[in-house]
């Protein structure tokens, strides 16, 4: 997207989710939660205004390094490129952070999923994309992202520069579980955080026979999906037409300041591979 016209506001919002907010996992066998103590000590006014014009994942990237610098955590390498020769890439580094004697491998993740109830009651947790599902991003981090440091070509690699250094990996993995509007009882998914942020999902047909679908709402930007609405934040949006939302193509978040609650409307079609209609 373009460089919003509140840029400055919401570079601070998503400062103050990321320094602050509960996770979307929990603590994982292969790398536990980094500590983010010393980012909430940071005057979030000081921070520079995030540039808008990348995809989501890379701006929550530079928001936390921003946050770490200012925070004092000594970040050496960012997206440290692994490779087992010079012909082959089996991986990068998110972070490499100098803690004392010990180098840190910290790996960031901002993911939305949804839970999905097939008529048989089987749970999956799709995707916005449905190609991509929470077991299949939990299965990539826990047997390739989270190992990686343990890979004789990453030793390899940070040898040179930090020889005598042990290193260890965290993750911060942030995010939203949507569970559907009709759904009575919240979907639980493996290592997901009990406490983890979570919403409503459904389908644009569905959103007209909201209760309050009259009621005045709000499209989020993409880059505000996962930040806490605050009043401020609200006062530079505009109010969404419901016929504006159902007419989308694609995913959108609608948050609704009446229930403080957000929705993820879905297009109908959404997942094509997967009954759309709600499990009885």
Not at 7 to 32: C, D, K, N, T, V
Request: net charge negative; proline share 7%; aromatic share 10%.
């Amino acid at each position: 997207m373009s460089q919003p016209p509140y840029a400055r506001q919401f570079s601070l919002a998503i400062y103050q989710y990321l320094a602050s907010s509960q996770l979307l996992a929990g603590e994982l066998p292969e790398a536990a939660s980094w500590n983010r103590s010393q980012l909430a000590a940071v005057s979030l006014a000081s921070l520079p205004e995030l540039n808008f014009q990348q995809k989501l994942g890379h701006l929550y990237e530079d928001a936390l390094y921003h946050l770490m610098q200012a925070a004092g955590v000594q970040v050496v390498a960012r997206n440290l490129q692994i490779q087992s020769d010079r012909h082959h890439t089996i991986g990068e580094l998110d972070f490499l952070i100098a803690d004392g004697e010990q180098m840190v491998h910290l790996e960031l993740a901002c993911k939305f999923y949804l839970a999905v109830v097939d008529p048989a009651g089987n749970t999956t947790f799709p995707g916005p994309n449905a190609r991509d599902n929470w077991q299949i991003k939990l299965n990539r981090m826990r047997e390739h992202q989270l190992v990686l440091s343990k890979n004789p070509a990453t030793l390899k690699t940070l040898q040179p520069r930090w020889p005598d250094a042990s290193l260890t990996t965290r993750q911060l993995i942030y995010g939203y579980l949507f569970d559907h509007i009709h759904s009575s009882q919240l979907a639980g998914a493996d290592f997901i955080h009990s406490s983890c942020p979570r919403g409503k999902w459904l389908y644009q047909d569905e959103f007209l026979q909201l209760e309050n679908a009259g009621h005045q709402m709000y499209q989020l930007p993409k880059p505000l999906w996962p930040v806490n609405v605050t009043a401020e934040l609200l006062e530079l949006l505009e109010p969404s037409q419901p016929a504006a939302i159902t007419s989308l193509d694609r995913a959108c978040m609608i948050y609704n300041p009446l229930e403080n609650q957000r929705y993820f409307v879905m297009p109908n079609s959404w997942p094509a591979e997967l009954d759309h209609q709600p499990a009885s």
